[in-house]
Structures are given as structure tokens and as C-alpha cells.
């Protein structure tokens, strides 16, 4: 079973602060993820990572930024944070199994609730 | 049309029902499928992951997919309170693909 952690669980925020979301997982998975959820909405890719010192953009456009300098952390910046910054962030990771037959699905953290005033 | 469609319900069952939710999806090259299990201010967490066609199970749950008809359904037998919950489909091409969610049926079971 695959270990992530968010922290903050809850941030409640004014506008124009810069925020850091941090994801950490212990299970060496090379692949990470972060999703944007909105109550009672389907989650919406971000950003993604195959691996250190790599980073892309997902499906929704987002202002936020990532970095992945170690294989274990995956945090997300916002640099001056806005109201239509407020919903839910959820990290996930998934890696190879050691079977050969591919990558194992995505495990996600209980995400972090961020409100932006 | 999305890639993914799920009737987002509310569902709503008594205690020991048996609970069918189902999703069909427009892209014939997916292979993966998984069910996630999403409690109210948590993360989903994995329930079921199958390749390509067949059924799969896993104590109550069932997970079945129709790879002719893009169509998949999680079957949960002795439906309990617990299960009450968001549950979302979830597909993928091949396993180093980006992942499609549905946007999730909420269920509630009653006692």
C-alpha cells in the first residue's frame, strides 16, 4: 500500500500570499501527480512528474508551479494567491510493479482544502 | 461528449442491497480500468484495477468490464453504511498513459 502525505490538510488564506502544498510518498515511486477537485467534481489533472528534475503541465491550465528535485517530494507553488485559487488539491503517485507488467495505479493523499479570502 | 460518463447519481440503497454503478467511456484503446473509493474530505483510494475484459473480485466487490460495449460496472454485494461514499471510474491506455476519471456517482447506503 502506497504512503503519500499532503500537508496542510485545511489553508485559509488572503489573497496575494505566496502558498507552498507539499506531497511526500515512501514508496520510491518514480511517477507523481497533482489534481485540482472542486466539491462534487471530477478531478482535473495539473501538473505531473516522471521523475526527478522533471515536470509537465496537465489538462487544466493552472498558475500554480512544481518542482521534483528528489524522487519523494512533489510540491506545488502558488505565488500570489487569488479567490479562484480555493478548492481541493490532490497528490498522487504511482510507480513500476515488480512483476514487468507496467506501472501500478495511482495512490492519492488525502489532499489539501485550500480557501483562498 | 467526454471521454468518460458516469451518472452521478445520488444513489441511494438500503443496507444489504446489492449496488451497481457504471460508467462507459468513447475511447476503444483503453486497457486499465479502475474504481476508486472517495470518502467526503479524503482521497480516493483504490479499490479495484483490471486489464481489458472479464470480471474481478474482491471480497464484496465485483468489478466487470465489457471492452465490446465500453462499459464498465463495480458490483458491491451486502451493500453496509461504510460504503457510503463517492466512486469513481477510472481508464487508461496503457499503464504508462495519463489517467481518465469519471466524474463520480455518490451513493449513500441506509441503515
Known amino acids: 500500500e502506497a504512503d503519500i502525505y499532503q500537508t496542510p490538510r485545511y489553508l485559509v488564506i488572503g489573497t496575494g500570499k505566496k502558498i507552498t502544498l507539499e506531497c511526500s510518498q515512501t514508496?520510491?515511486?518514480?511517477?507523481m501527480y497533482w489534481y485540482q477537485q472542486d466539491p462534487g467534481m471530477e478531478l482535473h489533472l495539473i501538473h505531473y512528474?516522471?521523475?526527478?528534475?522533471?515536470?509537465e503541465k496537465g489538462d487544466l491550465s493552472s498558475e500554480s508551479t512544481v518542482s521534483r528535485i528528489r524522487t519523494e517530494h512533489f510540491p506545488l507553488t502558488l505565488e500570489s494567491a487569488r479567490p479562484s485559487h480555493t478548492s481541493q488539491y490532490l497528490c498522487a503517485s504511482s510507480g513500476l510493479t515488480g512483476t514487468g507488467s507496467g506501472n501500478q495505479p495511482q495512490h492519492f493523499g488525502d489532499g489539501t482544502r485550500l480557501s483562498i479570502l | 461528449q467526454k471521454e468518460v460518463e458516469q451518472d452521478p447519481g445520488p444513489l441511494s440503497v438500503p443496507e444489504g442491497a446489492i449496488v451497481s454503478l457504471n460508467c462507459t467511456y468513447s475511447n476503444s484503446a483503453f486497457q486499465y480500468f479502475m474504481w476508486y473509493r472517495q470518502y467526503s474530505r479524503k482521497g480516493p483510494e483504490l479499490l479495484m484495477y483490471t486489464y481489458s475484459s472479464g470480471n474481478k473480485e474482491d471480497g464484496r466487490f465485483t468489478a466487470q468490464v465489457d471492452k465490446s460495449s465500453k462499459y464498465i460496472s463495480l458490483f458491491i454485494r451486502d451493500s453496509q453504511p461504510s460504503d457510503s461514499a463517492t466512486y469513481l471510474c477510472a481508464m487508461t491506455k496503457t499503464s504508462y498513459d495519463k489517467v481518465i476519471f469519471g466524474p463520480g456517482t455518490s451513493l449513500s447506503v441506509i441503515p
Open positions: 512528474s516522471y521523475g526527478v528534475n522533471s515536470t
Open positions: 514508496m520510491g515511486h518514480d511517477k
